[in-house]
């Protein structure tokens, strides 16, 4: 095998997502959601709540359910970086279906931290 085809299979193994269980980036986010819980900023959150048709065999989870003061829910969905095919699924989504999407990303401690808020 070349060393292509070594860090592909690599990168593959390290994308693969096992449903109910959060990667880093999802944990960091949801101690971020339990902060504003506490501090009333926000009802409450589920990890992975619901799954949602986007079309013929194609699906979408998203990573939280956020459920606001005012009884807004919310869909976010958190990201380390985007990749193009999760970035048109979500927009998908949000187009097929009446809820309110976020597109979060982490930002990387050497430029600030923190995270990136993207509404759909």
């Known amino acids: 095998r070349t060393r292509a085809m070594r860090m592909r299979a690599k990168g593959n193994r390290r994308r693969m ?5 959060m990667n880093k980036t999802e944990a960091a986010y949801a101690q971020r959601l339990e ?3 506490l501090a009333g900023e926000i009802l409450d959150y589920s990890f ?4 949602l048709r986007i ?8 990573d ?3 459920l606001k003061p005012d009884g807004t829910y919310e869909l976010h969905e958190v990201k380390g970086y985007w990749e193009d095919d999760a970035r048109v699924k979500v927009k998908a989504v949000a187009e097929v ?3 309110r999407l976020i597109a979060i990303t982490k930002v990387a401690k050497k430029n600030g931290g923190g995270w990136l808020v993207e509404e759909f």
């Open 64 to 66: 939280f359910g956020v």
């Open 97 to 99: 279906h009446p809820f």
């Open 17 to 21: 997502h096992r449903p109910g269980e």
């Open 55 to 62: 079309g013929k065999r194609c699906w979408y989870s998203p």
């Open 48 to 51: 992975e709540p619901i799954k």
């Open 35 to 37: 902060t504003l819980k």
